[in-house]
């Protein structure tokens, strides 16, 4: 498509009516919205995931634990993805003092057994381990395009309304026009 026919709404033209100039401001305005404000969300979230995952990966380390009680499989394991069960744990902060906690372990897993836990600055329990680098790299891509979706779909529902709102006034009035104008024609035609 040419963009003459692109641009025939900003054309000056005895057959451009006050709706088209208003749906090409309404498109315009919607594109603006959705490239400028749903990039700057993308950026800005992305950013923020990148932040929080270094943070994590900065201040939780890995600390070998005593299981204390056997890790029973259950209808969670069963229903989880890794087969993890929630298990009592006793492990050493970083400060030397014994400490006790539930956290996340292997399913199936007998008392006594040494696990991996993973625990912050202070010594208390991550649910988890840290996003690694290229993990948190694409999680932080995926929140920034749902950062982006979330500022673009409104936008661009609210664009499609006002369109269709300019289109049932456009068909109203051609509706008006014909009324005035159909009469004449079945005149010269009968």
Known sequence: MSNDKRLWRWRSSPLRRR???????????????????????????DRAAEHEFAQQRAHRHAVGAVLLTDARRDVTSDWSTDGRVQGAVRWKAPDGSARTGHTMVDGGSKAGAQVTVWQDDRGRLSPSQPTGRGEGHVEAALFGAAAALAVAAPALGAGALARARLDRRRLARWDREWDLVGPQWD????
């Open 19 to 45: 709706e088209d100039v208003i749906e090409a401001w309404i498109v315009l305005t919607v594109w603006l919205v959705v490239v400028i404000f749903g990039g700057v969300a993308a950026l800005v979230t």
């Open 187 to 190: 005149r010269r035609t009968g």
